[in-house]
């Protein structure tokens, strides 16, 4: 009977498709840390160097990832349960293949090949932007279903009541302040606030021909005053390397920036999503923000990313 409820369950559990990974160790590492695997000391700074490539849109100089580096001599089991592994090898192909879940999960195992040190920095001139893009996007992934299951369902009917759209906003987000079409959630954090505003533009739903910038600057300073009359929120726009940039993907615009105080110290990094409402003829954004001086800012912004992009048209 024991032999018979043993060979059953060990059935189901490789029948099911989740089998395998019920079964994995869970991944260690912090978002956006990534290890190096490499023999080749050169091989291995061409690939740290890319992946240190700083993060457009803070403040100061930030790198996509922490990447610490590691021979296959010292790769222990421990390490090999990273999050992120990045695997450079010397071969024939020059390329860049992926693998998830191959010593723990969640886990991505990224191949970097290539026949020498001069092809491998040949290889990531041409790939290191998609190198970084498919672990960044491994990143999001893992955040948006970290969202999913910590979220703030209040704040999530208001936005729903209000501006007719669904989106998921972080469990830790109870501080809230309303205006005309316009609401603001944080969670209030003295030394790393994390903020989403949502807001209307009701002059149709090109989203081409919207000025961003002076849209953005004329709902800030009306809605988010600083502590003492004649300071508002503005978006910097110089030096030129600083200004806002955007590009429009099927029917929502992305922007993002630097945004500071007028009349006062205080600044940081914003990040806008846009979707056109063609049935209420209008735009509505979403938009994240940081304060959090003299700390870094990548991961507190890269977590607020799948907030502003999870923003959805609401279906009755």
């Known amino acids: 009977m024991r032999w018979t409820v043993a060979v059953a369950t060990l059935l189901m ?30 091989m291995a700074t061409l690939v740290r160097a890319e992946l240190e490539t700083p993060v457009y849109g803070l403040p100061q100089a930030e790198p996509s990832f922490d990447v ?3 021979d296959t001599k010292h790769l222990s089991a421990t390490l090999r349960t990273t999050r992120n592994l990045v ?8 390329d860049i293949r992926i693998r998830h879940d191959v010593y723990a999960q969640p886990q991505i ?52 009541q209000l ?30 606030m994390q903020n989403v505003c949502i807001y209307i533009y009701k002059k149709g739903t090109d989203l081409h021909n919207v000025r961003w910038v002076a849209l953005r600057d004329s709902v800030m300073r009306a809605n988010i005053p600083g502590e003492e009359p004649g300071m508002y929120m503005h978006t910097v726009n110089e030096p030129y390397e600083r200004q806002v940039i955007g590009h429009l993907e099927g ?39 940081v304060y959090a001086p003299g700390r870094s800012k990548r991961n507190l912004m890269m977590a607020l990313q799948p907030v502003v992009s999870s923003i959805n048209i609401h279906q009755k």
């Open 13 to 42: 559990l490789l029948g099911c498709h989740d089998g395998r990974k019920a079964l994995m160790l869970e991944s260690v590492g912090k978002p956006y840390e990534v290890l190096v695997v490499c023999d080749d000391s050169t």
């Open 68 to 70: 610490s580096t590691v």
């Open 87 to 94: 695997m450079v090898g010397k071969g024939n192909d020059n």
């Open 109 to 160: 195992e990224v191949l970097v090949s290539a026949p020498s040190a001069q092809q491998l920095s040949r290889l990531m001139r041409e790939k290191g932007q998609q190198l970084r893009k498919v672990l960044t996007d491994n990143e999001m992934k893992a955040a948006h279903e970290q969202l999913e299951r910590h979220h703030n369902a209040e704040a999530e009917r208001t936005i729903r």
């Open 163 to 192: 501006f007719g759209v669904e989106m998921l906003i972080p469990a830790d987000m109870t501080s809230s302040k309303h205006g005309k079409d316009f609401l603001w959630l944080s969670n209030n954090s003295p030394d790393a």
């Open 251 to 289: 029917q929502r615009y992305s922007f993002c920036g630097l945004w500071e105080m007028t009349g006062d110290m205080m600044g940081g990094p914003f990040s806008c999503v846009a979707i056109a409402d063609t049935a209420r003829q209008r735009i509505i954004v979403a938009e994240a923000f």
